[in-house]
């Protein structure tokens, strides 16, 4: 019999939900808020009641009872740091979800409306592979400054669906793998999979690793020291400047990768520059992420928003196709990688975690 699942991914200004039987969608929607309305609330958690009151009516219009689902599944939040999995919303996990124990982030609301919906019906409630997963080894944690440890957040949840997905279709399991995953969104995480583990990652939320569209990535720290006291900043606008601000946003006023793939195809001499410029350090990265698997990358996985560009796909395989094949998973379908995660513990494949 078929498990039906109901998806929140909750974001700054919208929810998308999806409603899933096993792995086939019935039927999603990007519940948008307007600005005006979350202002209303203090903060992130102050919101739950109003966007579950929105999903729950949502289901009402689409004739979906909600007493019908057999699991709830929630984006992962600003938890801190874990493995990878699936994991059942404890009331740990429900109490550090509350406090944003690495920070508020609407994502956080995800499993606190799975575990409130879930527990009314009386069917458990799950989160999967959140920011924070973190399976760097002790080595990778080094950074050159005690004070500063090297942190894993990134894309974890489609990269692992990514990394998943190519096992199942090559016929091997992910743990017998080692995978490099390039993560080509808002921001860019390139992943060493090494046996079903993220081993090393760039941290996307802190500016590490290659530029993007929105963020500046690894700067010189010697000038940022600088321009931290020069006065010209608040701390506030610093951080804008690398995460939000920085990469194309900075260089050429827009944050839409196939803006500056028509910039660059129309002559602009900058926009090329900086187009090159992107695959050239997201080729590095992905490099000495290869000398993290010594050499062994079994495949490389090209996956998020921008590989849909043939331009980028073409690039990236002239400067890496030497290292590995190259596979492209354009996109990332976060409600089917969450739904997944519920199938597998669900159907008994594994178990769930315990945070």
């Known amino acids: 019999m078929a498990i039906k699942s109901l998806i929140i991914n909750p974001g700054s200004t919208s929810t998308k939900i999806g ?17 005006e309305e979350i202002a209303k609330y203090a903060s992130i958690i102050d919101q739950k009641d109003f966007r579950k009151d929105i999903i729950v009516s949502f289901l009402k219009e689409k004739d979906c009872d909600i007493a019908s689902f057999d699991v709830i599944v929630g984006r992962g939040g600003m938890l801190k740091p874990v493995a990878g999995g699936t994991y059942a919303v404890s009331d740990a996990l429900l109490a550090d ?18 575990r409130e919906i879930g527990d009314e019906i009386g069917v458990p409630s799950y989160i999967v592979d959140p920011v924070v997963v973190d399976e760097l080894t002790e080595v990778a944690r080094i950074s050159g400054m005690p004070e500063l440890p090297r942190r894993s957040i990134f894309h974890a949840l489609n990269q692992k669906a990514v990394a998943r997905r190519y096992a199942k279709e090559q016929g091997k399991k992910y743990e017998d793998l080692n995978l490099l995953v390039i993560h080509m ?62 990469g194309y946003n900075a260089y050429l006023g827009t944050n839409d990768a196939r803006d500056v793939e028509k910039m660059a195809a129309e002559g602009d001499k900058k926009a090329q520059v900086v187009l090159e410029a992107f695959y050239y350090q997201i080729a590095k990265d992905a490099g000495a992420m290869a000398t993290v698997l010594k050499g062994k990358v079994d495949q490389i996985i090209l996956t998020g928003g921008i590989a849909y ?21 354009p996109g990332e379908d976060e409600l089917l990688a969450l739904a997944q995660g519920a199938l597998r513990v669900q159907n008994g494949e594994e178990e769930a975690r315990a945070y």
């Not at 409603?19 to 600005?35: A, I, K, S, Y």
């Not at 690039?315 to 492209?328: E, S």
């Open 19 to 35: 409603v899933f039987e096993d792995e086939t969608l019935l039927f999603e929607e990007t519940l948008r808020h307007p600005t």
């Open 97 to 114: 979800l509350k406090a944003g124990v690495q920070g508020q982030h609407a994502s956080n609301l995800g499993g606190i409306l799975a």
């Open 185 to 246: 969104g808002g921001g860019v995480s390139v992943g060493a999979h090494e046996k079903g583990r993220v081993v090393d990652v760039n941290n996307i939320l802190d500016g590490e690793g290659a530029f993007s569209p929105e963020r500046a990535g690894t700067v010189p720290v010697g000038d940022l020291i600088k321009l931290c006291f020069s006065g010209k900043y608040t701390q506030k606008e610093l951080y804008q400047k690398i995460c939000g601000k920085g």
């Open 309 to 329: 560009s043939p331009l980028t796909t073409e690039k990236l395989t002239q400067r890496l196709g030497w290292i590995a094949p190259i596979t492209v998973y």
